[in-house]
């Protein structure tokens, strides 16, 4: 065997070795990013949702105390299966009693 032909083998031996750990470390590489996905997916507010909580919001923002609450306009609320607005909306004015009739002048 000449010296060129064992310099090729020993070439493509060592290019195969190479590709063999490349393969192993891109598995390695894909099973730890199904992993950190699986934990992104339990931690992530949906999961939350399932668990029997849910998510009130403002508008855009995410209400998380009372006091926010109380500042903030027409509140929605998000569950597992959906979204609601309590009322209806804005909150609705209770009605002012009524005045009795003046009785007017006698004479």
Not at 54 to 82: H, M, Y
Not at 97 to 106: I, V, W, Y
């Amino acid at each position: 065997m000449s010296e060129t032909a064992r310099k090729r083998d020993a070439c493509n031996a060592l290019s195969a070795r190479f590709a063999a750990v490349a393969e192993g470390q891109l598995a390695r590489w894909q099973d730890r990013l199904a992993a950190l996905e699986r934990m992104r997916q339990t931690l992530g507010y949906t999961e939350t949702l399932r668990r029997g909580y849910a998510v009130v919001r403002a508008g855009d923002e995410v209400v998380t105390t009372r006091a926010e609450a109380e500042r903030a306009g027409p509140l929605e609320i998000e569950f597992q299966d959906g979204r609601f607005s309590p009322g209806g909306g804005a909150p609705k004015k209770r009605p002012s009693p009524k005045k009795p009739p003046e009785q007017g002048s006698l004479f």
